[in-house]
């Protein structure tokens, strides 16, 4: 459905699997759920800001941040890009 956030899941699973050093994913996930879900919540409130008062180049990066954080917390909780796109596609009129 979407190249680039499928690549990015893919990625990401590999990540949780090998745990590398060097990986900001990998740190993310070792300090677990929690702080994963409060950092979507950090980068939803920057991508608000930005939208309201920083300009469109700080919204499409932080709106890219928000995503990332988004995807890593879906793949902790098991559930696939697949899974999401059903959903919206259900939703669709
Ligand atoms: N898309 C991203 C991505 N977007 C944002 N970020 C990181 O998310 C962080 C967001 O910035 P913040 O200021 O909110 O966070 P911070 O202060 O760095 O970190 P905290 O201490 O607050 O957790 C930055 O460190 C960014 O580098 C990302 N880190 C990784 N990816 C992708 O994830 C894949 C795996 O990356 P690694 O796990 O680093 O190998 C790579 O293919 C990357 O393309």
Redesign the pocket.
Known sequence: MSEVLDK?YE??LQ?LEKM?E???????VK?GKG?IAR?VG??AV?TIVASLYEGRDRFISEA??LM??LWVLMAVEGVKPEELYAELKRRMK
């Not at 060097?22 to 993310?28: F, K, R, V």
Request: glycine share 0%; aromatic share 14%.
């Open positions: 990015l990625i990401i990540r590398p060097n990986s900001y994913t990998a740190e993310l300090k702080y950092k950090e980068e920057e890219a941040d990332y954080h």
